[in-house]
């Protein structure tokens, strides 16, 4: 049998024709007789025939799946229905129309939806039955949670799931009341404990098991028998915190009285902070957990006898401490006191045991406030008088720089030489204005307190009228200085005298008188470096050296003993600086 009518295929597209025509053409090339070529056809026949057949079978076995699953569909609906209370589903029509796949599709989403409503209905049937299981079992103090609900999968219906609910809300109600008592009484017990430093769990768990905190809020114990013991419990708490605080708070004062008695610092007192800070707090203000601790309240005790014992020990040593104090500001201030006899009178009064220690710092105490008060009025004062030193001790500097005949040289530092002198200069003319600033001032002091403005053992005016003089005599000292320079230089221009010349004895002394004021004057003098000499009444004394000396600027001084580290050195007194503006 041969194909004669052969559709020619497109290019590069295989298809039944285009297979047999190949077929045809490997024939052709072997050689195959007609009788081969038509066995080969009908075998090819055979072979397309029986896949139909298995096609037709497979297709009419789909088939009857299907018509059994839209059966079973319509089945699983009806009975969805029943067992939700639903009459009929709306999205899902009664009488349903086209192919089965086409009836399949319409109710494969109405059977997922009433799935899903069922498997929702039957949670909150469970849901609803195991609290009404759990709260009877409450109530009645035998809660059992292994066993489950068992919900009828028949029965889901919303009027049967509304009854479940109202037998709940009852149930609830009472359950809320006892369970309100119950954490109220726990929570007490939990801040009681908290304070007192005791096992909550230990505690409470004596109650019942379930009121501990590993289980849940609902599931504690709510039971008559449980809320009696618990407000014994409380009653009993309280009371033992009451005694707690009465005694912490007596060994609260007796350590604050120990450490102002020993003057212990911050530091130390910081680390009792958590004992001292409910000295006065009421029972029901101390709420921080451990602040009633029993180990807190035998270590206060442990601190109190300690500082008891260290009270004696440490008496002289917070004394002296004070002493020390006081002198540093006695110091600072300018004014003298014995150090020595004032700590030997404390040694005296401790050993003694005449005078109380609390009594003896309170005294010390009052002495470091009125010393600290005597300071705060001198300060004015003590600030002019250190500008003056400050003043006097740049003009020194500016008397040396001015002899010296290479200051003018283009030598190392010599700018920075010439500024300070510009504006020592400008200092110096200020002297007069600031001595007697510092003398009126000083005057109204002692007017207003009827005593004489010491400094460091000297009167303050007494030392201000030396200088007054001192520098008043080294002006005049000066000023015939240039006289006998003016003298010298019209002799020295003159020929005759040059010719017949001798050595003048003006110069002669002038140069005698400089060079001893040179030699007994610090060449760069300080306030510590520079010394006047007064008696104790504060009259002035001045011996050849200081006499000699007041050719210098004197640099007011702390009246202690002179100096002897200075050297001489040529003085120029070509160019006296004027020391008044």
């Known amino acids: ?37 038509d066995k080969m056809l009908l075998q090819i026949d055979q072979e397309c025939l029986d896949v139909y057949k298995r096609k037709v079978e497979l297709a009419d076995k789909s088939r009857a799946k299907l018509l059994q699953s839209l059966s079973d569909a319509k089945h699983e609906l009806s009975s969805l229905l029943s067992a939700l209370g639903e009459k009929s589903f709306s999205e899902f029509p009664e009488k349903a129309s086209g192919t089965i796949k086409e009836q399949l599709a319409a109710i494969a989403p109405a059977l997922e939806k009433l799935w899903k409503q069922k498997e929702q209905r039957v949670k909150e049937f469970f849901d609803v039955q195991s609290e009404i299981q759990k709260i009877c079992g409450e109530i009645a103090g035998s809660l059992n949670l292994s066993e489950n609900p068992v919900v009828d999968e028949s029965q889901l219906s919303v009027e049967k799931l509304d009854e479940y609910h109202c037998q709940l809300q009852e149930l609830q109600k009472e359950k809320s009341d006892r369970l309100h008592k119950v954490l109220e009484f726990v929570s007490t017990v939990h801040d009681l404990c908290a304070v007192l430093g005791i096992d909550f769990f230990a505690t409470v768990t004596e109650v019942h098991p379930s009121l501990n905190d590993a289980t849940g809020v609902q599931s504690k114990s709510i039971s008559n028998d449980t809320l009696s013991k618990l407000a014994k419990m409380v009653l009993a708490l309280k009371e033992d915190k009451k005694q707690r ?6 060994l609260a004062t007796q350590l604050i009285d120990l450490w102002n008695l020993m003057d212990t ?4 007192r910081s680390l009792f902070d958590h004992v001292t800070c409910n000295i006065s707090a009421s029972v029901d203000e101390v709420t921080v957990p451990g602040a009633l601790a029993l180990d807190l309240i035998e270590q206060a005790e442990v601190e109190v006898e300690r500082l008891d014992q260290l009270k004696a020990s440490r008496m002289k040593e917070i004394a002296f401490k004070k002493q020390s104090e006081l002198e540093e500001i006695f110091s600072h201030a300018h004014i003298e006191i014995d150090p020595e006899a004032a700590r030997e009178k404390i ?19 009052d002495q470091i406030t ?75 002091w002692e007017e207003d307190r009827g005593i004489s403005f010491i400094y460091d053992g000297v009167p303050l005016l007494a030392m201000l009228d030396e200088y ?23 002799q020295t221009t003159d020929p005759e005298i040059i010719t017949n010349s001798r050595p003048s004895p003006v110069r ?17 003098g300080t306030p510590s470096s520079r010394r006047l000499s007064l008696n104790q009444n504060g009259s002035r004394s001045m011996n050849k050296d200081s ?17 002897k580290d200075d050297s001489g050195s040529h003085i120029s007194g070509t160019e006296p600086v004027s020391a008044s503006p």
């Open 347 to 365: 040694m005296a009064l401790i050993d003694s045991g005449n005078v109380e220690p609390a009594e003896l710092l309170d005294d010390m105490d």
């Open 508 to 524: 002669t002394i002038a140069t005698k008188k400089a060079g001893g004021a040179r030699a007994n004057g610090a060449a760069n």
């Open 245 to 250: 605080l009465h005694k912490l708070q007596e």
């Open 547 to 563: 006499k000699r000396d007041s050719m210098r600027p004197m640099t007011p001084v702390k009246y202690d003993a002179i100096s």
């Open 265 to 268: 610092p911050s530091e130390e």
């Open 1 to 37: 049998m041969a194909v004669a009518d052969t559709q020619i295929p497109l290019q590069g597209e295989t298809t039944c024709g285009t297979l047999l025509q190949k077929l045809q053409e490997i024939w052709d090339e072997v050689g195959e007789t007609d009788e081969e070529r």
């Open 468 to 490: 007054t003089m001192l520098r008043h005599e080294r002006e005049e000292e000066k000023r015939r200085l240039r006289d006998h320079k003016k003298f010298h230089d019209q």
């Open 370 to 444: 009125k010393a600290k008060e005597e300071v705060l009025s001198r300060k004015e004062i003590l600030d002019k008088v250190e500008k003056w030193m400050l003043a006097c001790e740049e003009e020194s500097w500016l008397e040396d720089y001015n002899r010296d005949d290479n200051r003018y040289n283009a030598s190392r530092g010599a700018h920075l030489n010439l500024k300070r002198a510009e504006k020592a200069r400008i200092l110096v003319n200020k002297i007069p204005a600031l001595v007697d600033t510092l003398i009126a001032k000083t005057r109204a």
